[in-house]
């Protein structure tokens, strides 16, 4: 699914690096927590892994396909059909209805479109994502910003999921949620992943759910590994 070979990235020409990073590889199916200290790059890293950001030296690749040998146009048409990205600031449209924000990837990917189809359609898509993530249905035709913080929570989810992307980041997805729902919203999110079979990559700062998860990476021992690689 994810391979990364050697790295480095620094943000402009000429400053130290970011990160540096040794041989990564990661399964189909898998699910990562990835942690460490804020500022240490862990979303930079995701915006790697979705060639969002491109290594000064290295390699990422999904799915067998290296991010930096793709154009700009390529590299957007093929993350809109392989990934679904839940941003910890959700970056819902406001002005949209709940279902038009879950189906909106459906716009830009024919791929995920096409794999709605055995559900009955995007509309149809939408509406089970959101049940399996326990939004009922008078709140499908509102406005996204009418939601409770929590419930856009679980509509940014369910956009990531629709189309069953081969791979889902998720930057701090329980950040604004306080700790009683934390855990409910994981159980969600990695049975979702899994009913998908998407592999999963979340960033988090709530070690206390790491156990629950395939694989843990700490980005500081990533980064020390790769410099001595």
């Not at 050697?6 to 990835?34: C, E, N, S, Y």
């Not at 701090?172 to 700790?179: F, I, M, N, R, V």
């Given at each position: 699914?994810?391979?990364?070979?050697?790295?480095?990235?620094?943000?402009?020409?000429g400053?130290?690096?970011?990160?540096?990073?040794?041989?990564?590889?990661?399964?189909?199916?898998?699910?990562?927590?990835?942690?460490?200290?804020?500022?240490?790059?862990?979303?930079?890293?995701?915006?790697?892994?979705?060639?969002?950001?491109?290594?000064?030296?290295?390699?990422?690749?999904l799915?067998?396909?290296?991010?930096?040998?793709?154009?700009?146009?390529?590299?957007?048409?093929?993350?809109?059909?392989?990934?679904?990205?839940?941003?910890?600031?959700?970056?819902?449209?406001?002005?949209?209805?709940?279902?038009?924000?879950?189906?909106?990837?459906?716009?830009?990917?024919?791929?995920?479109?096409?794999?709605?189809?055995?559900?009955?359609?995007?509309?149809?898509?939408?509406?089970?994502?959101?049940?399996?993530?326990?939004?009922?249905?008078?709140?499908?035709?509102?406005?996204?910003?009418?939601?409770?913080?929590?419930?856009?929570?679980?509509?940014?989810a369910?956009?990531?999921?629709?189309?069953?992307?081969?791979?889902?980041?998720?930057?701090?997805?329980?950040?604004?949620?306080?700790?009683?729902?934390?855990?409910?919203?994981?159980?969600?999110?990695?049975?979702?992943?899994?009913?998908?079979?998407?592999?999963?990559?979340?960033?988090?700062?709530?070690?206390q759910?790491?156990?629950?998860?395939?694989?843990?990476?700490?980005?500081?021992?990533?980064?020390?590994?790769?410099?001595?690689?």
């Amino acid at each position: 699914m994810i391979d990364i070979e050697p790295l480095r990235f620094a943000w402009t020409q000429g400053d130290a690096d970011t990160l540096v990073l040794g041989r990564l590889h990661l399964d189909p199916g898998q699910t990562v927590f990835l942690y460490g200290p804020s500022g240490c790059g862990k979303s930079t890293l995701l915006g790697l892994l979705s060639g969002v950001l491109s290594p000064r030296q290295g390699r990422v690749s999904l799915l067998g396909q290296d991010w930096a040998a793709l154009r700009a146009g390529q590299r957007d048409a093929f993350r809109a059909d392989h990934v679904g990205v839940i941003f910890q600031q959700f970056n819902l449209l406001p002005y949209m209805s709940v279902l038009d924000n879950v189906t909106l990837p459906c716009r830009f990917s024919a791929l995920r479109l096409q794999r709605c189809k055995s559900a009955g359609g995007p509309q149809a898509s939408a509406q089970s994502w959101l049940q399996r993530m326990g939004l009922s249905a008078d709140l499908w035709p509102r406005r996204a910003d009418a939601l409770s913080v929590g419930q856009q929570q679980r509509v940014a989810a369910a956009r990531a999921l629709i189309g069953q992307p081969e791979l889902i980041l998720a930057d701090e997805p329980t950040s604004a949620l306080d700790a009683a729902l934390r855990r409910d919203f994981m159980d969600l999110l990695l049975q979702a992943a899994r009913d998908a079979g998407s592999t999963l990559v979340c960033v988090s700062h709530d070690e206390q759910q790491a156990a629950r998860f395939d694989v843990q990476w700490s980005l500081p021992a990533l980064q020390t590994a790769g410099g001595l690689a």
